[in-house]
């Protein structure tokens, strides 16, 4: 398993991919790019898809799945593990 990081919109660095492959190898990341595998040889299992974050450093997307959070960062969406679809939690 192997990570790449990049900064979130405040210059913290945080994971940008997770991958997941049989046999060692090296990952890169670029300005266009979150992370990729190199190497021809280097077969992945799994990938997390590319995570993003807001300004105030919450992951807002983990590949296709979205969260959202209220005014003072408590997470109000998210998926739900068995279908991905999403979830509202109110506040009260």
Known sequence: MREAWTPDPNGLPRPCAIFVFSTSGTLSTGSSTCGTVTGSDLPVNWTSGSYAYDG?????????????????????????????????????
Do not use: Q
């Open 56 to 92: 105030a450093s919450n992951i807002t997307a983990i590949g296709t799945s979205t969260y959202e959070y209220d005014k003072v960062g408590r997470l109000t969406a998210r998926p739900t593990p068995a279908r991905h679809s999403r979830t509202m939690h109110s506040a009260t």
